[in-house]
């Protein structure tokens, strides 16, 4: 089992397998550190932080803009700055470990989305922010992406009966 502490990847007996750049929050990606061996080890450890946050905010009792919305967009911008300079490598330098490496991660970010979209309790947390008390005072953006949120839940088919 691996564990992420302070952007450094430890295996379970705490021995230090490298600072992985690509699980670093802070400034630009530094292109030149990011090696193939990172790639897939950086993607797992967001989905799985991912996950287990998605399992909290479908937990939570109360379903508001902050603790829904703004919990959902920062795990989206977290995946994005992990990704995103791996599909940046992959279209400007693409060696064979990079493509393998690209490669082994499109089907786990491909499900992970697929069960974003498939995700009954999201769903309705989603659902419950827009009938939220609060939503009077909602801006017209914040609304907006309310209806496209549920809109997009729609079209992944989450009201076809379960047979369908």
């Given at each position: 089992m691996l564990w992420l502490v302070n952007s450094q990847i430890l295996?379970?007996?705490?021995?230090?397998?490298s600072v992985n750049p690509l699980l670093q929050a802070h400034g630009l990606p530094r292109f030149s550190r990011i090696l193939p061996e990172h790639v897939e080890l950086a993607i797992d450890t967001v989905l799985d932080g991912s996950k287990e946050q998605l399992k909290a905010i479908c937990e939570q009792p109360?379903?508001?803009w902050e603790s829904v919305i703004?919990?959902?967009?920062?795990?989206s911008e977290k995946l994005g700055l992990t990704w995103?300079?791996?599909?940046?490598?992959?279209?400007?330098?693409?060696?064979?470990?990079?493509h393998q490496a690209y490669n082994a991660c499109l089907p786990k970010i491909s499900e992970y989305h697929t069960e974003l979209g498939q995700n009954r309790a999201l769903y309705n947390a989603v659902v419950n922010v827009?009938?939220?008390?609060?939503?009077?005072q909602y801006s017209q953006a914040q609304n907006k992406?309310?209806?496209?949120?549920?809109?997009?839940?729609?079209?992944?088919?989450?009201?076809?009966?379960?047979?369908e």
């Open positions: 295996d379970r007996g705490d021995k230090l397998m109360d379903n508001n703004e919990r959902l967009d920062e795990m995103s300079p791996v599909r940046h490598l992959n279209s400007v330098m693409n060696t064979e470990a990079l827009q009938q939220h008390p609060d939503s009077v992406v309310l209806e496209n949120m549920i809109r997009d839940f729609r079209l992944s088919g989450i009201d076809l009966p379960a047979d």
